[in-house]
């Protein structure tokens, strides 16, 4: 706890902290294709334990600042709510003839990324 304690009070992170190792799992297909990889990020464990603690303390404070319109999925609400959202900004977009784009990131393939 001490260790936690002065990072707060520091505002700085131990520095090997901050050296992450990236490895690729493989998942299945071609061995030579980049995509059938599954990149991890291998992190210290007190790292990992510090920034739950701190995500447990802040969810509480975000969640109150947090407009509906922006906290994607939050508990106690159904996909179907952000699906009407975006279903009445595509037609409120069609109405005033405006331009609407969307990005879903969970869902954006490797490809899709590089095409212009």
């Known amino acids: 706890m001490l260790l936690y304690n002065r990072i707060l009070n520091t505002e700085s992170l ?6 992450l190792d990236i490895l ?6 071609d061995l030579y294709d980049i995509n059938n990889y599954q990149p991890i990020c291998l992190i210290p464990t007190l790292y990992k334990i510090f920034f739950q603690l701190l995500r447990k303390r ?10 509906l319109e922006q906290a994607g ?3 106690g609400y159904s996909t179907m709510d952000n699906f009407q959202v975006i279903s ?6 069609k ?3 405006i331009s609407l784009y969307f990005a879903f990131v969970d869902s954006v393939r490797h490809e899709y990324l590089y095409r212009r």
Do not use: M, R, S, T
Not at 24 to 29: E, S
Not at 88 to 93: I, Q
């Open 14 to 19: 131990p520095k090997h902290w901050l050296k």
């Open 24 to 29: 690729l799992l493989y998942k299945k297909g």
């Open 58 to 67: 802040l969810k509480p404070i975000f969640n109150c600042h947090q407009p």
């Open 73 to 75: 999925f939050p508990a």
């Open 88 to 93: 009445l900004l595509v037609e409120k977009a």
């Open 95 to 97: 109405e005033y003839n």
